[in-house]
């Protein structure tokens, strides 16, 4: 496990798509204008929230449920793992790929760096664990507990009345600005005509649309050449 992960967050999450994530979230809210795509947004969290505290309150355990089968995949892990004891919160394991590993479990923490991280224990304390006969729920950090879920989402989004309840505000309208001021390094527009906008006109008899070669009119005596001039 990295060294760049901060221990106090508790999570190994690695997420580089969080805006494909919110665009596939929000849904249609994403076509709808501004003030509309907002409120939708605002509902969406304001039920989530509060759906989150139903879970939570209704769960019987101590730990939520998704932390309870990351445990349970890696107590099948533990079987495998030797336990030494070198002193009263200080342990060895040896597992089966030969890695040995150091944890302790008054500060929980351990050389592989997992438990560390995630705040839910690994596969090698969870051997210690099952060797000391503990309570796998004072290993995993509070941020896991069912307590702490439904007190950090019994803090609800509350409801509001639709638009034809706002009040009145007496303010200017907001409008786009005029013209936008250009910064010192910014290359400034080109005012040249393109060619496709440009007019041909004939040096012979100066009417437009056609050049010197295909001239209806006699050939002048001294050569011309085709100027291009640009609509008025």
Request: aromatic fraction near 10%; include cysteine.
């Amino acid at each position: 496990m990295g060294l760049r992960f901060d221990p106090i967050v508790k999570s190994d999450d690695i997420t580089n798509n969080w805006t494909e994530s919110f665009n596939s979230w929000i849904g249609e809210a994403r076509t709808m204008a501004v003030v509309e795509m907002l409120k939708d947004i605002r509902k969406r969290w304001m039920y989530q929230i509060f759906e989150r505290y139903e879970i939570a309150e209704a769960h019987e355990a101590e730990l939520m449920p998704n932390v309870q089968s990351i445990i349970d995949r890696r107590r099948r892990e533990a079987r495998s793992i030797r336990v030494f004891q070198s002193g009263q919160y200080e342990y060895q394991t040896s597992g089966a790929d030969l890695v040995e590993n150091v944890i302790k479990m008054d500060a929980k923490t351990c050389t592989c760096r997992v438990w560390d991280i995630c705040g839910i224990p690994y596969a090698h304390a969870l051997a210690v664990l099952t060797y000391k006969k503990g309570r796998v729920e004072e290993l995993c950090d509070k941020a896991f507990h069912k307590a702490t879920n439904v007190r950090v989402y019994s803090h609800f989004v509350h409801a509001l009345p639709g638009q034809k309840y706002w009040a009145y505000v007496d303010h200017h309208s907001v409008r786009s600005p005029i013209s936008r001021r250009r910064e010192e390094d910014e290359v400034g527009r080109s005012y040249r005509v393109p060619l496709k906008h440009k007019t041909v006109r004939c040096s012979i008899c100066n009417g437009y649309g056609h050049n010197m070669r295909n001239c209806r009119a006699a050939p002048p005596s001294t050569s011309n050449t085709t100027a291009e001039v640009p609509h008025e």
